[in-house]
């Protein structure tokens, strides 16, 4: 698709009103153009209008990580990890103990609060692990609770973000 720059800004498509207009006309009024879409592959690559051209501009390695960092994020399913969350064993032993352990009632409520936080966008991923390893230093769970917390972890796309504490998947345990 062919684009135009107003004023040497970005170059973006014409207006529907002025797409039958001449390059003379339309350059009297301040168009420029026209410029191809740029060729390049986003996900390592940036292109860059200098008010002339386009540039294509690599990323660090670092902006590429939190590229797909950010894109993995978008693409898990907190909600639907929490409901199931709620009904896992490890939730309900550790609700159970927090009737009993003061500490145990105040990581089961941070951590329902930073679950909550992941329905805004913005998952508190640190908090959510720390209350997980801290809980799981108070209540003793099974290899069958860890191993269904992972599970939910993994079936929910949240495996890069969340840690089951103590807990190392058995290769015959993991879906294929």
């Known amino acids: 698709m062919n684009l135009f720059s107003y ?4 170059p973006a498509p014409l207006p529907v009103e002025l797409r039958s207009a001449d390059a003379e006309m339309l350059a009297s009024i301040g168009y420029s153009g026209p410029f191809p879409s740029p060729l390049f592959n ?24 939190q590229a ?26 550790a609700r159970a103990a927090a009737a009993i352990s003061l500490r145990t009632n105040v990581d089961c409520t941070e951590l329902i609060a ?18 997980f390893a801290s809980i799981d230093s108070e209540i003793i769970f ?7 917390l ?4 993994q079936n929910h796309g949240l495996g890069i973000f969340l840690v089951v504490p103590n807990y190392a998947p058995s290769r015959r345990g993991l879906a294929a």
């Open 7 to 10: 004023h040497n800004g970005a």
């Open 42 to 65: 986003p996900r390592i690559q940036q292109a860059q209008w200098t008010g002339a051209k386009w540039l294509i501009i690599a990323l660090s390695e670092e902006q590429i990580a």
């Open 114 to 131: 930073f679950l909550a936080d992941t329905r805004t966008g913005k998952p508190h991923i640190v908090g959510i692990n720390a209350c």
């Open 150 to 153: 992972y599970q939910l972890i």
């Open 68 to 93: 797909e960092y950010i894109r993995l994020l978008s693409r898990a399913d907190w909600h639907g990890f929490t409901e199931k969350f709620m009904a896992s064993s490890a939730y309900i032993k």
């Open 142 to 148: 099974t290899e069958e609770d860890k191993a269904e």
